[in-house]
């Protein structure tokens, strides 16, 4: 059920996925095959990131994470988001976007980019203040 915010604010995005890409991944398949098989659907680019960080490379996961970041706001906008308002974890099909999102500010953690960090951390709130981190 969509719950409209009563005291005016846009009403939460639901992005409509790509369920090959996430059965691929589901599968087993490797994150790179299915990033370049589906490269519009950011949960791919965010298991990228996600491998890349835990591998002790910030920058590779900074780049993989900005590409999923990228690839998640075209589809938001897409699918009538204006640049803010709940993008909410609970639809499993956000969660590209926003593990994209989180990864893009551990990596700028790691690289020293602070400015990117404020304005990650702010996003995550915006999208969904209940997202994991």
């Given amino acids: 059920m969509t719950h409209h915010d009563l005291l005016g604010g846009p ?3 639901y992005l409509p996925g790509v369920p090959a890409a996430a059965k691929a991944l ?3 398949n490797p994150a790179a095959e299915v990033a370049a098989s589906y490269p519009a659907d950011s949960l791919a680019w965010a298991v990228l ?3 890349a960080l835990a591998a002790g490379e910030p920058v590779a996961g900074y780049a ?3 590409t999923g970041y990228h690839r998640g706001l075209d ?3 897409r699918n009538g988001w ?3 308002g709940p993008v ?3 639809h499993e099909p956000n969660r590209g976007f926003l593990r994209a999102l989180a990864a893009l500010g551990q990596a700028a953690t790691a690289i020293e980019e602070t400015d990117e960090v404020e304005r990650v951390g702010a996003l995550l709130t915006d999208c969904d203040p209940a997202a994991p981190r």
């Fill in 82 to 84: 204006k640049g803010f």
């Fill in 88 to 90: 909410p974890w609970s």
């Fill in 26 to 28: 589901a599968s087993g």
């Fill in 75 to 77: 589809s938001l906008r």
């Fill in 49 to 51: 990131a996600e491998e």
């Fill in 64 to 66: 993989y994470a900005r």
């Fill in 11 to 13: 009403p939460p995005t």
